[in-house]
């Protein structure tokens, strides 16, 4: 069985569209514990191996809710945990998010809680960029730096190779699940999802909870 991966960056950089088109947010280094490897995780503040070894056991993760949750139970204080989330994070669903989630981006507060909500559905970053941008134009670079948090799912039945190719930093947008999601057009429910995916991740069972969650079937 081929074994999930990346695109190598420099590929990747030439697939992904405009920013406008992209349904997860531009990136500025944030890691996924997800799929991250033991060296980056090592590298990140306040980690021990003992944490290291407790995020790995809990793969995948499938909200920063329950991220958070496990690193109090390693002793983080919330300082500590505020901290870290400028360096690693599950990113949350712009569109079906929970409070919970949203205000665990650090210095998003109530605030940008309430606008995140008002404008639902959100269907790009070009919108998010100019509806959060009204409420931060004080601080240019403090969209980009919420957006990178955040995602939009891909409609399985329609979303493009280039739209889906967005999401190869977390490992979904990659050329094997670009393939794999055209392959079985059209989706008509999560059940056939997790069984055609299901197919794939055998090794690996609960990654099929994992792209589960970046996708919906309209």
Same mark, same amino acid.
């Given at each position: ?5 990346? $695109?190598?960056?420099? !590929?990747?950089?030439?697939?992904? =569209? ?7 947010? /531009? #990136? *500025? ?7 991250? =490897? &033991? ?5 990140? =503040? $306040? ?5 290291? +070894?407790?995020? @790995? ?10 991220? &958070?949750? !496990? ?6 204080? %919330?300082? #500590? ?5 400028? #360096?690693? $994070?599950?990113?949350? &669903?712009?569109? /079906? ?5 949203? !205000? !665990? ?5 109530? /605030?940008?809680?309430?606008?995140? @909500? ?6 790009? $970053?070009? *919108? ?13 670079? +403090? ?32 050329? /094997? ?8 057009? =059209? ?8 069984? +055609?995916?299901? @197919? ?5 069972? %609960? ?10 079937? @309209?």
């Amino acid at each position: 069985m081929q074994s999930l991966r990346f $695109f190598p960056a420099a !590929l990747a950089l030439l697939t992904l =569209p405009a920013t406008g088109l992209a349904q997860l947010g /531009r #990136q *500025q280094g944030l890691v996924d514990p997800n799929i991250a =490897p &033991d060296s980056t995780l090592q590298r990140l =503040p $306040f980690m021990t191996p003992a944490i290291v +070894e407790a995020l @790995k056991a809990a793969r995948p993760i499938l909200s920063v809710v329950t991220l &958070d949750s !496990l690193l109090t139970a390693r002793s983080l204080s %919330k300082a #500590q945990r505020d901290s870290l989330y400028t #360096q690693m $994070f599950i990113h949350v &669903d712009l569109n /079906r998010g929970t409070d919970a989630e949203f !205000l !665990l981006i650090p210095r998003a507060g109530t /605030r940008m809680l309430r606008e995140f @909500k008002e404008y639902r559905p959100w269907t790009s $970053f070009e *919108q998010f960029n100019r509806e959060i941008g009204k409420y931060v134009r004080a601080n240019p670079g +403090e969209v980009g730096r919420l957006e990178q948090y955040m995602f939009i799912a891909i409609d399985l039945n329609t979303a493009s190779d280039s739209l889906i190719a967005t999401f190869a930093p977390i490992g979904v947008g990659t050329r /094997r699940w670009i393939r794999e999601f055209a392959e079985y057009r =059209p989706w008509t429910s999560e059940e056939q999802f997790r069984r +055609e995916i299901g @197919k794939y991740v055998r090794g690996n069972p %609960k990654e099929v909870d994992r792209l589960w969650r970046y996708v919906i079937i @309209k």
